[in-house]
């Protein structure tokens, strides 16, 4: 059964950094490309990022572009996503979810989320 | 950018009628490579999204026959044909050449 399970959603400042993770199992980790999504409270989803099987392609939404950065870590089947100088419009449940290929294509199964507050 | 818009916002549907959601693309969805990279979730309420469509019209595994999809380019279709309780939420197209999802649509039963 695929798991994704994401941690490290907390309340930070204005400007401030984080780190989220995403630890996978039952399905071959590197197999397959991985993402993150968002949903702001009450809102739509949004799609943040996507990494290649790999780690040797990453794509980013223009709204989070040079301030956030997809990893991968295959030996520990685990899926990163780095926040930096992040603003009141970055608050969401972050997702992890897995991609149905190797390259990116449909998120096929996802975590529960992990909540993000940006706030002073 | 491609823009994803969705119509209608909010549908009210009496189990076991039919329900319609329509996904337009501000660009062709058709990649060079010949496939079409449209799909289509579901989000119950207090649920993650599932995916139900993917490349138009392949439906995920598990996912029951009276969902199907259809479409070309830059129009495309969710169709329910029998709406069964279980099926509200919010329904989500996404494009997948630069992804982007549209603004959802939301299914309520009568």
């Known amino acids: 059964e695929v798991q994704l399970v994401e941690s490290g959603g907390v309340v930070v400042q204005p400007g401030g950094s984080l780190r989220l993770s995403c630890a996978a199992s039952g399905f071959t980790f590197d197999d397959y490309a991985m993402h993150w999504v968002r949903q702001a409270p009450g809102k739509g989803l949004e799609w943040v990022s996507l990494?290649?099987?790999?780690?040797?392609?990453?794509y980013y939404a223009d709204s989070v572009k040079g301030r956030f950065t997809i990893s991968r870590d295959n030996s520990k089947n685990s899926l990163y996503l780095q926040m930096n100088s992040l603003r009141a419009e970055d608050t969401a449940l972050y997702y992890c979810?897995?991609?149905?290929?190797?390259?990116?294509?449909?998120?096929?199964?996802w975590g529960q989320g992990t909540l993000v507050t940006v706030s002073s | 950018d491609i823009v994803m818009t969705q119509t209608p916002l909010s549908l009210s549907v009496t189990p076991g009628q039919p329900a319609s959601i329509s996904c337009k693309s501000s660009?062709?969805?058709?990649?060079?490579?010949?496939?079409?990279?449209l799909y289509w979730y579901l989000q119950k309420p207090g649920q993650s999204p599932q995916l139900l469509i993917y490349e138009v019209s392949s439906r995920f595994s598990g996912v029951p026959d009276r969902f199907s999809g259809s479409g070309s380019g830059t129009d495309f279709t969710l169709k329910i044909s029998r709406v069964e309780a279980e099926d509200v939420g919010v329904y989500y197209c996404?494009?997948?050449?630069?992804?982007?999802f549209g603004g959802g649509t939301k299914v309520e039963i009568k």
């Open positions: 979810a897995k991609d149905k290929n190797y390259y990116g294509s449909a998120a096929d199964y």
């Open positions: 990494i290649s099987w790999d780690g040797g392609s990453t």
């Open positions: 660009q062709s969805l058709l990649h060079s490579d010949g496939k079409t990279y």
């Open positions: 996404m494009q997948g050449i630069h992804p982007v």
